[in-house]
Structure formats: C-alpha cells, structure tokens
C-alpha cells in the first residue's frame, strides 16, 4: 500500500515549503484512502497493490484527464475568450463586492480583507473572494484562446489556496475561507468549471490535479458534517450533490450524494411558499434556490438518477419561476423587495426552459415578447396572498405601468422594514425605487437602507415602522383584492411598532388603486393609537436629484429624469391641516435622507426624497396621485369636487373615482 512519505517525496515537486509539502501530502493519501481502485482500472489497482506512488498519481490522473466532460451545459466553459478580465485576474487585480483590490505580483492572499483597513467593514468581501468566480472567466478564456497563461495562473491560485485556508474553529465567522456558503458554491459551479477546462492543460501537473479533486472532497465532507438551513443549505446541498454525483469513484459518493438529495427535496419543498414564493422574499435568494433546484434536477437527469426525484419537485420549481413572472416589471427584472440587486426574469426561464422544458410563457420572455404567449387569464394584474405582493399592471407589452405594492411578512431572512412600500414601473424605467438595501457592510448607509425610512411608506414622530414578527404567513393575506378590467384595488394595514423602541403610536393603512391604464391613486390614513397626537410624514423616494413644482395641482411636484417617462405626484390630502412639502438630496445630519443605495448593480449615490408631513394631530389622511407622463405631452386635467369626486383626463383617458372610496 502506499504510504504517506512517498506522497511527500512527490509533492515536494510543488514547493519549497517542507510544511506545504506535508499538507499537500496529507490531502493526496485522504483522497487515495476514497478512492474505489476497480472504478479506475486495472493499472491502478496494480500500483496500489505494488504501493507505488508516482504511478498511481500518473494513472488517477490519466483517468480524470481522460473521462468525458459533464453532461450539463453551466459545468462546462463555454469557451468565450474574456481577455481583458482574465488578464486582470492573471495579476491579480480583484473585483468584490463592488470593492477594487490588487495583490501585487498576482499573488492572491485569500485571508486578506481590505476592507477592515479601509473601511466601511464588509465581512462578505473576504468570503466571496473566496468564492473563486474568476476562475471561470480564466476557464473560458483558455477554452477559448489555449493560452497555457491562464492554466498557470490558476495552477498557482489554486494551490495557493489550499496552502493558506484550513478550516478554523468559527469556520462560519469573519475571515473565514471555509465559511459553508462558499463551500457549497465552490463545488457547484466555479471549481467545476475550472476543474474540466484545465485539467487538459500541460500546466496543470498530475499532482496538482488530484489536489483539486482531493480539495473539494473535504469541502465536501466539511458540508456533510455542517449542514445550515435556509438558502445557505441549498447552495451547500447542490454543492455536495454536484461534487458526490461527478466524482462517483470515492467510497463516500454514493451516501453524500443522497444525503445531499434529500437536503435539496425538503428545503425547496419547505422554502416555497404555496404561491410560489421564496419564504425569504428577495427575488435575489428566489433566483438562488431555484437556480440550485433546476441544477439539482437537471443533474440528476443527466447522470441517470432522476428516477430519484419525484415529480412533484418539478412542479414546486415551476411554481418559482411562475411567481417570478408575475412579479416581474415590463422591464423583464424583479423589483427590489428586501436585499436584492437588479435581477432579470430570463435568468429564470432561460433557466426552467432548460431544466424543466419550454413553454409558451418561458419562450414570451426568453425571446423578448416576440414569440409565445404570456401568462393566461384575461388580467396581467395578480396577487400573491403568502409573499403579500399586490402587482398591478395596465398589460403585459414593454410599455405596461406596474406597481408592486407589498403587503407581506418580513421574510426569513434579509428583510427590510418595508410593509405597506410601492414600486413603481413605466415601461422599462423605475420611477419610485426600492433600491435593494446596499451591500452587507458596517455602515450608516446599509442601516439607513434597510429601516422603514429608506422605502415608500410612512414615518410617526419621526419613527420609521420596526417589528420583529411575523416573518412569514400561515394563512393568506387578506389585501381586500380586486382586480377587473376598469381597476385594481389592494389594502394593507400596519399596526405594529415605530422607532428603535418599538412604540405604537399609530396604525397605518395603505389602500391602492390603479385606475387602469395609467394613473395610481394612494391614500395613506392614519390613526393614533396611544389617544396622542403625533407628526405623520409620507415618503417617496425617486432615483434623481431634480424634482420641480407643478401648476398641474396645487403643490404637485414633478421628476426630471430626463428620459421617456416623468413621474407627476398630485397632493389630494386631507383638508384643513397645514402639510409640509420638501425635497432632500444626498442628507447626512441629523439622519440620512435622499440617497440610493445599490447592491451590486449601482453604487450608493445621491436621489431624493419626497416628504410630506403634517403635525400634532390624532388622526389624517393623505392621497397622493402618481401619474407616468411622457416626457413632452400635455399634463393631465385634474378636478376634485367637494365632496370628494376625482376626475382625471390623461391621455384622451378619463379617469374617475372618490377619495373616501377607492376600492368603490
């Protein structure tokens, strides 16, 4: 049998280091310790029987090198040349959340975080750096290009990394390599990706290539003995699957790789909620799961184990993807709702096509609305009663209006304080904004946008809404829906705590009407609870800094984006109470007020906020018209009789409804 020192003698080739030596050692005999010698041939059992080293690393090697590619398209490069980013990666120039950094020389310090040197602290800049997304640029490239370049470079990355990471006590905490989140998306696409491109490479020597492979087994191994729960667990579990199913040759394949299915099968059933719906309610960690379901499945199809799989799995994973059509913008993305960057719905059909087969709603969106059909029912507008989404839309063309208008829990996790907010859609540009709530750093702004005072609902006292409950609903959300071919009409009610000390003061309810197809109607009423009376403040938040007056209405204010589509906000509120009207840009003191605060798509930059605020009163209710205008047509006509009848022509289109009365 081979022993531990013949291994060493061998990687002694890879460095100068005698202790490096020793854990490369160390990772070889594990792996040869897995390995089922009959799976690999007849010359390989031979040189473990005759316990020689070097050529049972030569034979190992041989067969990986040799074995035909994956099955499924997203394990495989697809053998782009991106040259300019793989070069970059080459010197080691690192781009992390939206955070520049460049390790001279190209040599990578995978427990290096420069953010706790410059600040704002972002703990996530170390992990998913260690996430090794790079590597599948620098697979694509030499696909593309055979640049032996690339395959050194990530020869040297790789052991690199395996000579500086170990699993630490607090292997979830601060500064950790082996954090299980990264663990499980190492495994599932970018070690994968990289693993079947260079292991062709002349540069990739047979040692180093079973180091890759022994690597990814403890990864592996470390996942199985440290499951989470959530999304974590589904990223995890598809990177256990995706390892254990690839490399069936280990004695332990077999049992993780259905220890992982059964992971992957109750999460996926658990986490969706009966509308289709991730409990966590970012279409972010939506796309995440589903992404790790389709994988799953369509990896089990490929490798001959989906008679593992029920059928019922893929209808659950349907459901993900229906759920994310209907909440889609007519600029195909998702709206921001919790912590979520700009997501587009094709990353969910293009995906479901593939995994699931086409259909008429999936090829709608895939080809751009040119071909297909959208979803069926005579209304574009629905309501998901678990998620608590009220989606509002004229149709489903690239010019629609839309409004999301969020009546939910706070979510399982990453939640904002965001009941009762809107989104709001012309076409293909947002004119009121969730921004997603910035990146998961130790700052002001990343607090700032997450709290109630950064989303389109109300402040008491200056307090923006705080509860801790519920995070997700049993039972359906009665919105009071309605939704026909003249409106649609949706209501929430906020009676939960204000401000870091959790008072109620007041409770808010939203009630929403769209008079279709262009005007919203909002009318924000509230009402003390404490028998006091208070300072109501509404808040709208567009991404520009220049807003102006109107003469449509007396104190309408007016976006200039400068694009297509303005947004006209009309003041219908209460009489008899002096409001206070402003507009804030890019403040800081006493608290922050108009800034946009992107995830990985937009860097925190100054907009506006929109306030409108009235004081030292029990009860009030305020009405705010939201009108899309095309930039350079006549502004609508706007009548309010006395006894609140609202009459509005836009467009050729007459609109009509009552202030007191908006679901009537």
Not at 488 to 515: K, L, M, N, W
Request: hydrophobic share 40%.
């Amino acid at each position: 049998m081979i022993q531990k020192e013949q291994l060493s003698a061998i990687t002694a080739k890879l460095t100068e280091d005698p202790m490096t030596s020793e854990k490369y050692a160390a990772h070889l005999f594990e792996l040869l310790e897995q390995i089922i010698p009959d799976r690999i041939g007849d010359a390989y059992r031979q040189a473990i029987i005759d316990g020689d080293a070097e050529r049972a690393i030569c034979h190992l090697a041989q067969y990986y090198r040799q074995r035909p590619a994956a099955k499924v398209p997203y394990l495989v490069a697809i053998g782009e040349p991106y040259t300019d980013a793989a070069d970059r990666a080459v010197n080691g120039y690192m781009r992390v959340v939206n955070r520049d950094w460049h390790f001279e020389n190209g040599d990578i310090d995978f427990l290096f975080d420069p953010t706790a040197i410059e600040g704002p602290l972002n703990h996530e800049w170390l992990w998913q750096l260690n996430r090794h997304s790079w590597w599948k640029t620098l697979a694509n490239t030499y696909m593309a290009t055979k640049n032996e370049i690339y395959a050194k470079a990530f020869r040297r990355q790789l052991l690199a990394w395996i000579e500086q990471t170990d699993v630490p006590e607090n292997w979830n905490g601060p500064g950790s390599a082996w954090r299980t989140i990264e663990c499980g998306i190492r495994l599932l696409g970018s070690w994968q990706v990289a693993f079947d491109s260079f292991r062709h490479s002349v540069e990739l020597d047979d040692a180093s290539l079973l180091l890759m492979i022994a690597s990814m087994h403890r990864q592996s191994c470390h996942l199985i003995a440290h499951p989470t729960q959530k999304n974590w667990l589904m990223m995890e579990a598809n990177g256990v699957y995706t390892f254990s199913a690839l490399f069936d040759e280990l004695y332990d394949s077999a049992e993780h790789r259905r220890t992982a299915a059964e992971w992957l099968l109750r999460e996926t059933c658990s986490q969706i909620l009966p509308d289709g719906m991730h409990n966590e309610l970012s279409p972010d960690y939506q796309l995440v799961v589903f992404g790790c379901a389709a994988d799953f499945y369509s990896l089990a199809q490929a490798l001959g184990y989906g008679d593992e799989i029920p059928e019922s799995f893929a209808d659950v994973v349907r459901s993900t993807v229906h759920a994310a059509i209907l909440l889609s913008t007519p600029a195909m993305t998702q709206p921001r709702t919790n912590d979520c960057y700009t997501i587009l719905l094709t990353r969910f059909t293009r995906g479901a096509a593939e995994a699931l087969g086409d259909t008429p709603e999936y090829r709608y969106f895939n080809s751009g609305r040119t071909e297909g059909t959208p979803p069926e029912g005579t209304l574009a507008s629905r309501y998901l009663p678990y998620a608590g989404f009220a989606v509002m839309r004229s149709g489903w063309d690239a010019d629609a209006s839309y409004l999301c208008f969020d009546v939910g829990p706070l979510g399982m996790a990453h939640m904002h304080q965001d009941m009762l907010s809107i989104n709001l859609w012309r076409g293909d540009e947002e004119l009121l904004y969730d921004d997603g709530g910035g990146q998961y750093e130790v700052s002001e702004a990343r607090g700032y946008a997450v709290s109630g005072a950064a989303h389109n609902t109300v402040l008491v006292d200056g307090m923006p809404q705080n509860r801790a409950q519920p995070m997700k609903y049993e039972t359906p959300y009665d919105a009071h829906w309605i939704s026909c071919d003249a409106y649609d009409y949706a209501e929430g009610i906020y009676a939960d705590t204000f401000g870091a000390e959790r008072t109620s003061p007041a409770v808010h309810t939203r009630q929403v009407r769209f008079c279709k197809p262009g005007l919203f109607a909002v009318s924000d009423s509230l009402v003390s609870a404490d028998g006091k009376e208070h300072d109501y403040e509404v808040l709208f938040h567009l991404d520009t800094t220049r807003m102006k007056p109107s003469d449509v209405y007396p104190g309408a204010l007016i976006s200039d984006f400068g694009r297509k589509y303005e947004l006209l906000m009309v003041p219908l509120d209460q009489p008899g109470v002096p409001v206070e009207t402003e507009t804030v840009s890019a403040q800081t003191e006493p608290r922050m007020r108009g800034w946009y605060n992107g995830r990985n798509d937009c860097d925190l930059h100054p907009a506006v906020t929109v306030s409108r605020c009235v004081r030292g009163v029990k009860d009030y209710r305020f009405t705010t018209l939201l009108i899309p205008v095309r930039a350079g047509d006549a502004m609508p006509e706007i009548a309010v009789s006395d006894n609140g009848d609202v009459h509005v022509v836009l467009e050729g289109t007459a609109y009509d409804f009552r202030l007191n009365a908006l679901e009537r």
